[in-house]
Nanobody, 120 residues
């Protein structure tokens, strides 16, 4: 099972970016799909969490600005980020909690991350 993020880049404060995450492999079920981020000198933090097609939670710092959407058929997770602030600068990671096909094990898979830089 692989998780691949895309869509990062540089943007000015107030701008927007859309991140995408694709999960691939021999998958029976995807339970949680989440976005995390890790800013410079900071610990990794949860940005948005989804459970089998419904949004579970957003970090307080992004509520009202970020929107997460999940497509279980396509095995994708999208993060629409609006009104970006310098504090949003971080590497953004996608995490998927999956069960492999053919009665496989359940485990968590991380992507390699995509850089988001917000700067004037």
């Amino acid at each position: 099972v692989q998780v691949v993020e895309s869509g990062g880049g540089s943007v000015q404060p107030g701008g927007s970016l859309t991140l995408s995450c694709l999960v691939s492999g021999n998958i029976e079920t995807i339970f949680f799909m989440d976005w995390y981020r890790q800013g410079p000198g900071k610990q990794r933090e949860l940005v948005a969490s989804t459970k089998r097609g419904r949004t579970v939670d957003y970090a307080d710092s992004v509520k009202g600005r970020f929107t997460v959407s999940r497509d279980d058929a396509k095995k994708t997770l999208t993060l629409q980020m609006n009104r970006l602030q310098t504090e949003d600068t971080a590497v953004y990671y996608c995490n998927a909690d999956v069960r492999e096909g053919d009665y496989g094990e359940r485990y968590s898979v991380w992507g390699h991350g995509t850089q988001v830089t917000v700067s004037s």
